[in-house]
């Protein structure tokens, strides 16, 4: 074994380790019978499962934050990949501007936004608690959009639709039945991380959720505001499991890891 | 300025709110802001039952009394919520910033029947508290002997301590009755808090969620916390003797209150709804299930139950509360010295 | 690349305008407030009194630091893993890959309680220290820098990984071998050859590993607390306990510009490499 067959392995397994053992502590916990986190979890129950279905609150949470994370996302693409399409193949006046704008939600502290959004958009307005959840969820993800999808345009030549321009199809054919195809992966692998990002928003959802309107995590952040008992672990094991389904099955179908 | 930027903004959001009718009301409605707690055991206790009774329908809005309060504050002009649950400071912090109105008790049948400190908790008559609760120390009584709240800040104890942090709802009540221990109870909380900042490297940590301390306690990573009696059932499961501290000084606590929004359009519907809360039956029920501890004196509870709460006409008079003025007027002084002195 | 300006604004301008209607308009009037004098007109006074303030010079440069050093070693270590996994045989590349997005999928909350367990008096580190004989009484780790340092790491690491892996998987497969050949030890390789032509990469996943260790509330508040006090934990304490809005825009200002700032620096560090590689 030379010094270099041996590094990939160990440096993959602390990685490894590192970035999953919180997560196996967390799904341990779901499973105990004890009263809070520990490791090794004591005992083997599954009362903090049966619990979170119990929760009323969560069952409604859940689907707002499901409509938000599919709704916001779908948005977020319908408006990026036209924009991305845009910043990488046309020569546009103020491209840096247009980048500047689109991703600038990303690095504005989440309270700011969700204050300067209740203040500025929703009040004067009068904007719908359920519509300007959806606005706000769909300029966050806005910036994943167009990045991942500017990015595997970029890795796309473009002399193929250029060809196909050439050979007569419209630039609007050859977006579809050239383009598209050709940059699944990065609109899949965008929609999760989008997906990914908008369920776990807290602090822009916890301004704009009102009477009758919650997302999961405000609803969860509101629940071990005074108690963190396995039951918490066991709704974030959930979820994961459920994002985890999404991704199992994106890749089955789509390859998406080949485009990441 | 701001008009121009916020016009070209306008056409676009007004086009998206056209699409999405709002929500008329075919029945009245009642949008009350309460915090987050066991909001399964409220609708199955308060809300469902009320909705029967009044043939309303009952929208609720949950969070932390700071969050709601913000909220309440930016939507002044055209208030959404009815009526609100908020701590007793905050509803002076309300009150002052011409957010709720006076509340007529005189539309209240159950009034009489609440404590005294419950009636009219900042004597301005825009607030009746529903439930209070009682602060003190919970600690390993196999670890250590709490007689006054100054023992936290012994050398043997100090590193098995964790401490409300002064933004939390506990932290400044702590440090009052730390300065009634040394003291020097100045409204300013100067002596307490350098105390504490003098100890800072030894204390395990200022709590910002009490939710962390069942966790810490669990972990032995500490032996001590202040907390507020609301907590006390958790770590009771621990399997470790945790006692609660019944220091030379007393106990501190707060008070939870119901205010009525200023510009409330459903004021009677909104005073009905308080009334039905305070209710001798509605607080026991809650009482039993351990959720808040009833205002309403001709609430009876066993033995058992009372012994997890904060209940009882002594221990309501017992409890040195820190009035809201006080807190208000000094909030942001404490703040300043507490960064100072322990965040630094 | 097409000419035809018309048709790239057509495709560009409702995402732009979307974005400054519903984000970036509001945000500015809420900055604004931040430059505004109580006499009227605009100033910076908030800005200096803010730095003229030791507690927030300490926060100030504790974020700094702190974020910094996250995104540094999320780039060390970001980049032998994204070596290795890169290295690895199609399939095995899918699987590693998913288990380094893994994390990501659970909320940010309970990793952080996750944490509280593996770094306690009893928990894992302290068992394992303690049985190397690294340490007689358990470390207290908790509550601290380090505990903040970790916990960031984890939050924001994988980002750096995938943000690498794309990067390395996009170079030229005969680069490496090529400079090795031509004499180039590892070190000069990562340096000339690997770091240029991964730039994008290391921009892009250092600009979310800094920005995010930036605003992350959650895992500061309660690995830190008030004894470790971040930017943005005091950004939260000026919005919802003393309910300056004015501080809490000055601080967001700041944050934004430190994001901006390392954006800046990550792109000069990336294209002076360029530069000197086609001197060379």
Redesign the interface.
Known sequence: MTARSL???I??LL??A??????L??VA?SFSA??????PPQGFSLRWIAKVF????FRASFGMSLFLAIGGTAAALV??I??S???S?????G?E??RT??S??????????G??????????????I??ALF??H??LV?PYA??VVS?SLD?LR?DIEEAAVLLGSS?LGAFFRVVMPNIRGGIMSAFILGF?TSF?Q??VS??L????V?TL?????????????PS??AL??L??FL??GI?FIA?RFLGF??Y? | MNKVILASGAALMLAMSAAQTPALAQEKTLTISVYALAQDEYKQIVYEPFQKICGCKLVVETGNSVERLAKMEANKANPVVDMAVISMADALAASRAGLIDKVDTSKLSNFGKLYDIAKDPNGDGMSVGYTFYATSIAYRSDKMKIDSWADLLKPEYASHVAWPNVTTNQGPPALYMLGLALAKDTPDLKAPIEAVGAKKGEIVTFYEKSSQLVQLMQQEEIWAAPIGRFTWAPFTKLGFPIAWAMPKEGQTGGMNVMTVTKGSKNRDLALQFMDFWLSTEVQTKLAEKLIDSPSNKDVKLSEAIANNLTYGEETAKSLKLIPSAVALDNRAGWIKTWNEKVGQ | MFQNRAEALALALPAAIFAAAVFLVPVVILLSDGFRAPTGGWTISAYTDFFSNSLNQTVFLRTLRLSALVTVASAVIGYAAAFAIVSLEPGAKGKVTGLVVLPLMISPVARTYAWIVILGRTGIVNQAFQALGITEAPLRILFSETAIFIGLLQLFLPLMIISLISALENMPKDAIPAARVLGANWFQVFWKVVLPLTKEGLVIGGTLVFTGSLTAYITPAILGGSKVLMLETLLYQQVAVSNNFVAASVIAFILIVMSFAANILLKRVATARNKQRSQA
């Open positions: 590094f990939i392995p440096t993959l990685v490894i590192f970035l999953i053992g919180p997560f502590i967390i916990a004890g009263e809070t986190l520990a490791f119990t929760v009323e609150s408006l990026g036209p924009a399409y845009a910043l193949r046309y020569k546009l006046p491209a501007i247009v704008i689109v600038a939600p990303i690095i504005v502290p989440g309270i700011i936004v204050l300067a959004l209740l203040r500025y958009i929703v009040v004067p307005f009068q904007v719908g359920t519509l606005l706000a769909t300029a806005l167009v990045r990015a890795n473009s630039r990914v776990n807290v602090p916890l301004f959720s009102g009477p009758g919650r995590p405000v609803d969860m952040i509101a629940y071990m505001e005074i108690v963190f008992d918490v672990a974030s094991s979820l994961a994002s985890i991704v890749e890891s080949r990441v």
